[in-house]
């Protein structure tokens, strides 16, 4: 299989480590391993003890026990696999679980990987396009006429990447229903679920609701600890545990067993490390807010609610063009839309990190001095 490049990774590549300012990183503030281990106390001998032999292959019993117990209601510690990331186990499923001249539905904008390893396999994917002018919302009356013979299954991620839309719990409800339906598997990226503005509105866990969903989690968004390179599946799916524990043979085998004690810590400090996330969140978009209202000839600003990056169009320019020259001429990084397969007047704007107080006088700047040489 020929692998399509992924546009945003090699993008990031040749800038992520170079640019003076990151202004577009989806995952938010991150921490040292000691900030990590002070929220238990003995745990930093707990990780000097740790032993450097293979884990088991589904992930460390401890892992998965909390994460059913502090993530899901419905789903148990045996029906959670844990991957290297969310890369892996994407890849995994969509490897696992298709065939050649199979049919996907999949959410968009999204994430490069819900849709390009599908069709590099030999799947045909048709998008279901989330309405930028409603506010990206989806149309759930929409995917009668997606659907097909073939259609094997829908793919779905809220809080979304890169908008930040929410549905309500009405039209998540629904969509569960249509997957029910017609028999299909719900791929649900749920990886910023828990940084949502107002807890209230957080969807449960597709896992929990529908026997052939499959939920998709992470440390990277929800925790800040994309370092420590863990990520997993839970479904109640025999079939996909079955099939992707197979694949998954074939990929890391095993995961880190320093990443995963580290990763049975944060787990049981859910509630903190997310709070500390929206802590900074809810502040940044406040910022946010009265920039794009300062620049509201150049810019429409949709406000998210949830996660960590933002989908802001320009009005009459080039992303690419536009984000090209402001790293350019100010190391401040924004992703264009391009990146992503939607266009070119779109960019993704991140606002989980501490600093975006002391970018956004730069980025500023730069905007005042473009009208003034216009």
């Not at 001998?45 to 019993?61: C, I, K």
């Not at 419905?74 to 001249?101: C, K, L, R, W």
């Not at 067993?257 to 903190?272: G, M, N, Q, V």
């Not at 989980?352 to 002391?358: D, E, T």
């Amino acid at each position: 299989m020929t692998l399509t490049p992924f546009k945003l990774e090699r993008y990031f590549a040749q800038h992520e480590f170079t640019a003076q300012y990151l202004l577009c990183s989806s995952d938010p503030e991150s921490m040292s391993v000691s900030e990590l281990l002070a929220y238990e106390p003995g745990s930093s001998e707990g990780l000097v003890q740790t032993w450097l032999g293979y884990t088991e292959y589904p992930g460390a019993p401890a892992l998965r026990n909390e994460l059913a117990k502090q993530l899901y209601t419905a789903t148990h510690a045996d029906q959670i696999i844990v991957h290297t990331g969310a890369q892996e186990a994407i890849y995994s499923f969509m490897n696992a679980m298709f065939a050649p001249g199979d049919h996907v539905i999949v959410h968009m904008p999204g994430y490069q990987s819900h849709y390009s390893i599908a069709q590099d396999r030999g799947l045909a994917v048709t998008r279901w396009m989330a309405r930028e002018s409603s506010g990206w919302s989806l149309d759930v009356d929409e995917l009668a006429n997606l659907i097909r013979p073939e259609t094997k299954a829908l793919v779905v991620c809220f809080p979304h990447n890169p908008t930040g839309y929410l549905p309500s719990a009405d039209e998540f409800n629904a969509i569960v229903e249509f997957a029910r339906r017609n028999g299909l598997l719900l791929f649900s990226d749920e990886v910023y679920r828990g940084l949502e503005l107002d807890p209230a509105h957080r969807l449960p866990a597709a896992c929990d609701v529908y026997e052939r969903a499959v939920s998709l989690g992470a440390l990277a968004k929800s925790h800040g600890l994309a370092g420590l390179r863990i990520g997993w599946i839970a479904t109640r799916d025999r079939e996909v545990l079955q099939r992707m524990s197979v694949f998954k043979d074939y990929l890391t085998i095993s995961n880190s067993a320093p990443s995963e004690y580290l990763a049975t810590i944060a787990i049981r400090h859910t509630d903190a490390l997310t709070r500390r996330a929206t802590d900074i969140t809810r502040a940044n978009l406040q910022l946010l807010d009265a920039f794009f209202a300062r620049h509201d000839g150049t810019f429409e600003w949709r406000r998210p609610s949830a996660g960590t990056i933002a989908f802001p169009r320009l009005k009459n320019l080039s992303a690419y063009t536009f984000c090209e020259r402001l790293i350019g001429q100010t190391g401040v990084l924004l992703l264009p839309s391009t990146l992503l397969d939607y266009g070119d007047a779109n960019f993704r704007i991140g606002f989980g990190r501490k600093n975006m107080s002391q970018i956004l006088p730069i980025f500023e700047d730069y905007l005042v001095n473009l009208r003034g040489n216009r």
